[in-house]
């Protein structure tokens, strides 16, 4: 049995609760990269890949964890093949593709399913999809993400495991070719699998609100954002839009544009705010 995750806290959760179930005994695999966001047109092309590539470049340039695209630490594609290469040389092989009611997870879920369709009937979807379950102190909650779901609830979990059908296998692949054509930035879940998709300047409207007349280290604006927005993202990609706000010169400035503590943000006096304004006239 191979498990399939989208998010790094999901690979422990599950380590753990395989530790409580020996029937869940597997390996479990990652798929790294966020495609609710960023570029996804001819995505299994060497063009879209490096496409991609060059965009996550420019997106962690100068911040927090810029040189992540070339250290070699998401190669999705290698993952793929290696599995492929796995289920083909082992033919009782199962494949266990966990994902939580969130854009990120049924993203990741339409990459690499699309991929897999000769092994129709080896794979088995797990999707959370606004299911109750119990937490540390005993409540009802509905998880958005795997990795809050305690690991004795996997056990629960485990029942919900379902053949992807063929049904499955010609739809899902057409969903996703949609999505690639439309050439957006911005994957939304809007509700079941359904993903609907927004233009890369999505969040800014929301993040502008975060950015007081005070100063403000973007880690803060960004945390708040993070923390208090309905609709919300990876801080990379947060922190590469704050700073395309701030390009258009409509707030003050302290400190380089690099990582998210190495500078600060207010919004300008009313008389320095009038002058921008005149000068954009």
Do not use: C
């Amino acid at each position: 049995m191979i498990h399939i995750v989208f998010n790094e806290p999901d690979v422990e959760v599950l380590k753990k609760a395989i530790e409580l179930d020996e029937t869940l005994q597997g390996e479990v695999i990652q798929i790294k990269d966020d495609y609710a966001v960023g570029p996804i047109k001819d995505i299994y092309t060497e063009e879209g890949m490096e496409a991609r590539k060059q965009w996550w470049r420019e997106v962690l340039a100068g911040g927090d964890y810029e040189g992540k695209v070339d250290a070699g630490e998401v190669d999705d594609m290698k993952t793929v093949v290696d599995l492929i290469v796995q289920l083909a040389r082992t033919p009782d092989e199962l494949v266990y593709i966990w994902a939580a009611q969130n854009k990120h997870d049924v993203s990741g879920y339409y990459w690499l399913m699309s991929q897999l369709k000769d092994f129709q009937g080896r794979l088995y979807i797990l999707y959370l999809n606004n299911l109750p379950f119990i937490n540390e102190k005993g409540l009802i909650f509905y998880p958005e993400w795997l990795s809050h779901i305690p690991p004795k609830e996997f056990l629960k979990a485990k029942k919900l495991a379902r053949p992807i059908t063929l049904s499955e296998f010609e739809v899902d692949p057409d969903e996703w070719t949609r999505l690639q054509n439309e050439e957006k930035g911005v994957r939304l879940l809007e509700g079941g699998k359904k993903l609907g998709q927004k233009d890369y300047d999505f969040y800014d409207e929301d993040l502008k609100k975060f950015i007081t007349n005070d100063w403000q280290k973007a880690s803060k604006i960004i945390h708040n954002f993070l923390n208090k927005s309905k609709n919300t993202t990876g801080d990379a990609f947060i922190l590469w839009r704050l700073k395309q706000i701030l390009a258009g010169g409509n707030y003050d400035v302290q400190g380089e544009l690099k990582g998210m503590k190495d500078f600060e943000v207010k919004g300008k006096s009313a008389q320095a705010a009038a002058v921008t304004e005149e000068a954009q006239q």
